[in-house]
């Protein structure tokens, strides 16, 4: 009975040791702030939350989706996904975001993107505005290895999308706003 419990608990160690799935990663929560512009007068307080990252077979997934049907195919799947982070700012509705992605950069630190549908709401900037090519709003972390950095919201985004995932194409208000002091809570 003792050598069991000995290879289970081997078992267990070489588990721990092993890299974890993106997907299974533990969520974070990151507070910042977002400078004045489209959304807000002054400077304003805004929370981010990153739940869950695609994993290389979800992106591989969401690629042929795009490769086949384009952004608008892009834009449904992305909506039937459970929400991978969303975006709260202070009297406004929860941003949700569909897909997330992350990339280690060779100093320690990352890119966090937060792939959101663009809906009728209080994130728009004018109504209507790009609603057939401009189907997506993009919230763009770097962080250094310590989880501080700087962002960028993306109001109005065209992209593209492959097996390494999102491109931003083209921001068509010509007002992306700035998110500055970003730190890991």
């Known amino acids: 009975m003792t050598g069991m419990h000995t290879a289970v608990g081997a078992c267990l160690a070489a588990l721990c040791l092993l890299p974890q799935d993106a997907a299974t990663a533990k969520p974070e929560r990151y507070a910042g702030i977002l400078t004045s512009g489209p959304l807000t007068q002054r400077p304003a307080p805004i929370d981010i939350g990153v739940d869950r990252v695609a994993t290389e077979e979800i992106r591989g997934q969401l ?79 770097a962080l250094d290895a310590n989880g501080r950095g700087t962002g960028m919201l993306f109001h109005t985004a065209r992209v593209s999308f492959d097996a390494n995932g999102v491109t931003l194409e083209r921001e068509q208000s010509g007002q992306p706003t700035r998110i500055l002091s970003i730190q890991k809570r």
Do not use: H, M
Request: glycine share 12%; aromatic share 8%; hydrophobic share 40%.
């Open 63 to 141: 690629a042929e989706v795009y490769r086949e049907g384009g952004p608008v195919a892009l834009l449904e799947a992305i909506k039937k996904e459970k929400p991978a982070g969303y975006v709260k700012l202070q009297n406004r509705e929860r941003l949700v975001a569909g897909y997330a992605e992350e990339v280690a950069r060779p100093d320690g630190g990352r890119r966090i993107l937060l792939l959101c549908a663009r809906q009728p709401g209080d994130w728009e900037l004018e109504s209507g505005q790009g609603r057939t090519e401009y189907l997506f709003r993009i919230v763009a972390l």
